[in-house]
């Protein structure tokens, strides 16, 4: 039950009430020299440039030139500093022209992302199943915009955006090297092994991880293309829940007989691939076997082949010998005959 009388909102917290637009206004301290809005614009131009952790009160406090004591008169902590800048960035203009829901769904992430691409941290602030500031609410609304057209509960609808603001935060964050140390991922082609990654292995030693993603642009539309595909065949299904999947409680992944059983499973693993890498070679070893036989046997019959035609060379020119002497001998022959008169 709400304390607020009926009709009336109830008492925000003070950065909720701020975004709001409800907050009482300081009673004291500077005036039009500082303000909730020049405190959030300078906290997010720290975490533009050097990321969230850099952001602290004594930090913004000299971005705007006063005490750390002077910000406490409009924000109450960081805490309510994150929660302004994270509604502050979140102000997105997102005019789709798309026709049918996936282009206009489509469009709708990728002005989403265009947020994510000029406040990197956001990744670092994952989304709420149940968005709270204006911004935040204005972008699920922009979404439901977008999928106006379809027939689907309102649960689902918002299942799906939050699927789709999971992708954008979670690529934004896969796409980026920059914890990535250079010496170590020099040493990736030497560090993954056949044995332990027989599968990523030959793509590592091939240059997967030699430079950074070099196209995170085509990576980041393939993957919304793929959830899109998947959407509209749910769609194409006509919004069936029959995806009935059971929650895993997170004390099962620590349970002992659980990681026991994981480590069989493991051990099992490494067993089937040694025995593929010996069924591999022994097929590799049974193939150059066959091939030499294959081979022996070309040579042999290649090797009677020529002597077969040497045989028959010879007698063929035994023959034309022979033939020979039978024409020199009728010459002779004919050129004693007399002469008839």
């Known amino acids: 039950m709400s304390d607020a009388p009926d009709g009336q909102a109830p008492p925000l917290p003070h ?3 701020v975004t709001w637009g409800v907050a009482a206004l300081p009673h004291r301290g500077p005036k039009r020299e500082l303000s909730t809005e020049r405190i959030v614009e300078a906290a997010i131009e720290i975490a533009d440039a050097d990321g969230l952790d850099a952001v602290s009160m004594g930090r913004v406090a000299a971005a705007v030139g006063f005490t750390p004591m002077s910000l406490y008169r409009y924000v109450t902590g960081k805490d309510d500093l994150l929660l302004l800048m994270y509604d502050a960035a979140s102000e997105i203009a997102m005019p789709s022209t798309g026709e049918g829901w ?5 469009d709708w992430a990728v002005f989403v992302r265009a947020s994510y691409d000029a406040h990197p941290w956001l990744a670092d602030l994952p989304p709420s ?8 609410l204005a972008v699920v609304e922009a979404g439901f915009i977008a999928l106006e057209e379809v027939d689907a509960p309102d649960r689902m609808k918002l299942a799906t955006l939050l699927l789709l603001l999971g992708y954008i935060g979670l690529y934004a964050r896969a796409s980026s090297d ?12 030497e560090l993954v092994t056949d044995e332990r990654f027989p599968a990523l292995a ?16 085509s990576g980041f539309r393939f993957g919304l293309s793929r959830l899109l595909d998947g959407i509209e065949r749910w769609i194409e299904r006509a919004g069936a829940d029959g995806d009935d999947i059971g929650r895993l409680p997170a004390s099962i992944v620590a349970d002992k007989q659980v990681r026991e059983a994981a480590k069989v499973v493991d051990e099992a693993r490494a067993r089937l691939r040694q025995a593929e890498a010996k069924a591999a070679e022994a097929v590799a070893r049974a193939s150059e076997r066959l091939e030499a036989v294959e081979a022996k046997d070309r040579a042999a019959d290649a090797k009677a082949a020529a002597k ?10 035994a023959e034309a010998k ?9 010459e002779r022959a004919r050129r004693k005959e007399p002469s008839s008169r």
């Open 322 to 330: 022979e033939q020979a002497k039978a024409d020199a001998k009728a």
């Open 178 to 189: 920059a914890g990535v140390d250079d010496a170590v991922r020099a040493a990736l082609p």
């Open 102 to 106: 996936r282009e206009r769904l489509r």
């Open 15 to 17: 950065a909720h009430a």
């Open 308 to 317: 077969a035609e040497a045989k028959a060379d010879q007698r063929a020119k």
């Open 129 to 136: 199943s149940t968005p709270t500031t204006p911004n935040r």
């Open 202 to 217: 030959p793509a590592v030693r091939a240059g997967l991880f030699e430079e950074p993603v070099a196209e995170p642009e």
